[in-house]
Every structure is written in C-alpha cells, then in structure tokens.
C-alpha cells in the first residue's frame, strides 16, 4: 500500500528557504500512472493547493506562489520536494503531500502532514 | 483562475438529519469535481470524485451530484462521526482550487 511522508524543518526564519521533502513508500515514484502533489493549510484556515510534479519533471504550480515554488522529484530516493522562498509568517501551515491520478483526478493519498512555523 | 464558493461556511444539525452542502464554480468544470472531509486534527480524506462517484470504504450515506458549475455533498443521515469540515475541489485543471470550507458539527 502506498504510503507518503513528509519531513523537513519545523521552523523557519522569515525572509528563508523552506525546503520539505516527500518520502514514497509501497510504490515506485516513477510510476506513469501518478502525479505528485504539495497542499498547504494554515493554522484554523482552508485548503491551498500549492503545485503538482510529474516523475518526468513536469510541473503545474498554483499562480499565487509560482514566482517562489519549485517542486522537484528525486527517482533514486523515491522522494519529491518542495522548495518556497522568501518565507513570511503568512507561510505557516501545515504542508500535505499527495498523490493523485496522471490524468484529471483528486488527491486520493496523503501523508500525514508537517507543520511549519515561519518565525524569527 | 476558476474559483470555487461553498455554502453555508458552518452548519449544525441533528443525529439523523439529512444535510446539504453546496459548490459553485466559476466557470465550467464539467464533472471534475471531488469532496474531501478532514475530521478535527486530522489529514483530509477523499468522499467523492467524478461529482457523484463514491470513493472506497465511504459510507453510503455520502452522495454527491451536479455537473458544470452546480454541485452538491448530501449526508442523508448525519451521524455523530461525520462531524468535519468539508471541501470541495476542482481538478479539471491547473489550479486545482479548494473550496473554502464546511464545517458540520452535530447539535
């Protein structure tokens, strides 16, 4: 059964890089059949779909973070990431990776969430 | 970029009752549409995809319809473990926009 991890840094000065890192299990993250994916959730607030990656290094990134993000994929660590730059207080949340379908399809697997702090 | 509007942001009903959640769309999404419940402090889990297909192991008691712009989450009797908030979720195309958020509790 697939399984997603997700580990990083719990805290990050403002003005820095957050860099998360999503761990695949059960499954080869090269698989043709998936996407990979970043959502993000502020303390007590909604859902924000942050971007998405394809093994082959296709992305599609949410308009409102794309000047910052970059999400990348490991194959030889069954791993992607996720890197935001130029991090406010506004950045706090808890980041979720997810799989979905390769072609339109939901978020049907998550990992269990990381929270991080933006703060001096 | 197509947003997408739930209603009403909170909701409190009786064990038994059945509740309506409701998505718009800004444009024309077709049927790419799914439902997320995330219970309290937990990760959010799929319901609903396709508008109205049943993910596994959810209870027959979720449903989902609408097409377009128009889109329903129907718990047609609400149980005490169905106390969430619930999003919706288009995923026609890039950005894949979240609702703002239901949040059901239990009278």
């Known amino acids: 059964q697939l399984q997603l991890q997700e580990s990083g840094p719990g805290l990050v000065k403002p003005s820095e890089t957050l860099s998360l890192t999503c761990t695949v299990s059960?499954?080869?993250?090269?698989?043709?059949?998936?996407?990979w994916g970043w959502i993000r959730q502020p303390p007590g607030k909604g859902l924000e779909w942050i971007g998405s990656?394809?093994?082959?290094?296709?992305?599609y990134y949410n308009p409102s973070l794309k000047s910052r993000v970059t999400i990348s994929v490991d194959m030889s660590k069954n791993q992607f990431s996720l890197k935001l730059t130029s991090v406010t207080a506004a950045d706090t949340a808890v980041y979720y990776c997810?799989?979905?379908?390769?072609?339109?399809?939901?978020?049907?697997?998550w990992g269990q969430g990381l929270l991080v702090h933006v703060s001096s | 970029d197509i947003q997408m509007t739930q209603s009403p942001s909170s909701l409190s009903a009786s064990v038994g009752d059945r509740v309506t959640i409701t998505c718009r769309a800004s444009?024309?999404?077709?049927?790419?549409l799914a439902w997320y419940q995330q219970k309290p402090g937990k990760v959010p889990k799929l319901l609903i995809y396709?508008?109205?297909t049943l993910q596994s192991g959810v209870p027959s008691r979720f449903s989902g319809s609408g097409s377009g712009t128009d889109f329903t989450l129907t718990i047609s009797s609400l149980q005490p473990e169905d106390v969430a908030t619930y999003y919706c979720?288009?995923?026609?195309?890039?950005?894949?926009?979240f609702g703002q958020g239901t949040k059901v509790e239990v009278k």
């Open positions: 990656v394809y093994y082959s290094g296709s992305t």
């Open positions: 997810a799989k979905r379908p390769s072609g339109p399809g939901p978020f049907d697997s």
């Open positions: 444009q024309d999404i077709n049927n790419y």
């Open positions: 396709a508008a109205s």
């Open positions: 979720q288009k995923y026609n195309s890039a950005p894949r926009t």
């Open positions: 059960g499954d080869s993250i090269t698989g043709s059949t998936y996407y």
